[in-house]
């Protein structure tokens, strides 16, 4: 079951620290993670744990204690969902750099066959979308179509079509660019409603290492926490606290970046 803010209140957690793509950026999220279990926030991670970092099976094993501990969750990346079906034989394009870097990794650990085991039922049981209040959380790009749906529960297992294709894709020209991945648009935030704040991944828009805010004329807005995390960059998070008073309970000042 998702959790709800009465849920997570009743549990006795005071707020949510909202975690940006990882990619194999263990020792950054072990501190998320740490900082998180002091203060007392439920942590939500918004997908691609996974690929490029130096240590992706560290990353696998964290999310899995926050799971087991009721302490958190991550959402569904395209990255993870490509993970997964590397475990079980699907075929798939691998980078060097990239998954082949998990893969290798997880081959090498000494635990790393139930870690991959556990990577296929967690990532396939992953949520697409969730909304907690007045903040939505999506790996990739929302649309308002998913404040009406529920994401399957079997997203992770499927191939990822209609919203969940956008949820861990984004929004897409169907043209490649230069670095030879899809041009992605940001057409969607203007499909916030006002009040509604969107935390996603997936693209690092950022120009100064910090998450980047984007806001429309409707009232909504939504915040990039994707900042390089495994690839030269740091790790990104914000804190919402539950009884922040002001529309979404974002701060400048709970940014907080840790380098890899």
């Known amino acids: 079951m998702s959790p709800t803010l009465e849920t997570l ?16 950026d263990a020792r950054g999220f072990d501190a998320a993670i740490a900082g998180a279990e002091a203060a007392g926030l439920f942590v939500v991670q918004l997908g691609d744990l996974t690929d490029h970092g130096p240590d992706n099976p560290g990353v696998l094993r964290a999310v899995f204690a926050l799971i087991d501990a009721g302490r958190g969750l991550f959402l569904l990346g ?14 798939v ?11 290798e990794q997880l081959a090498a650990a000494p635990d790393g066959t139930a870690v991959s085991a556990r ?41 990822p079509e209609g919203l969940v294709g956008r949820a861990i894709f984004g929004q897409v020209t169907g043209r490649v660019g230069p670095d030879g991945f899809p041009i992605r648009l940001v057409g969607w935030v203007d499909r916030i409603p006002a009040g509604l704040t969107v935390l996603v991944g997936h693209d690092n828009r950022s120009r100064d290492g910090r998450p980047l805010t984007m806001a429309n004329a409707r009232g909504g807005r939504a915040v990039f926490l994707d900042t390089g995390a495994g690839k030269g960059g740091a790790l990104a998070w914000l804190d919402l606290p539950f009884d922040q008073p002001d529309a979404d309970g974002w701060q400048a000042d709970a940014v907080t970046a840790t380098q890899p």
């Open 78 to 91: 395209n990255h993870d969902h490509k993970l997964r079906r590397a475990l079980i034989g699907d075929a």
């Open 119 to 159: 990577a296929v039922t967690e990532i396939g049981g992953a949520p697409a979308w969730l909304r907690i209040g007045r903040w939505f959380f999506v790996h990739a790009a929302f649309h308002d179509a998913m404040l009406q749906h529920a994401p399957p529960p079997d997203a992770g297992t499927a191939r």
């Open 9 to 24: 209140r009743a549990a006795g957690f005071r707020g949510l620290r909202v975690v940006g793509d990882v990619h194999g």
């Open 93 to 103: 394009r691998v980078e060097k750099a990239g998954l082949g870097r998990t893969l």
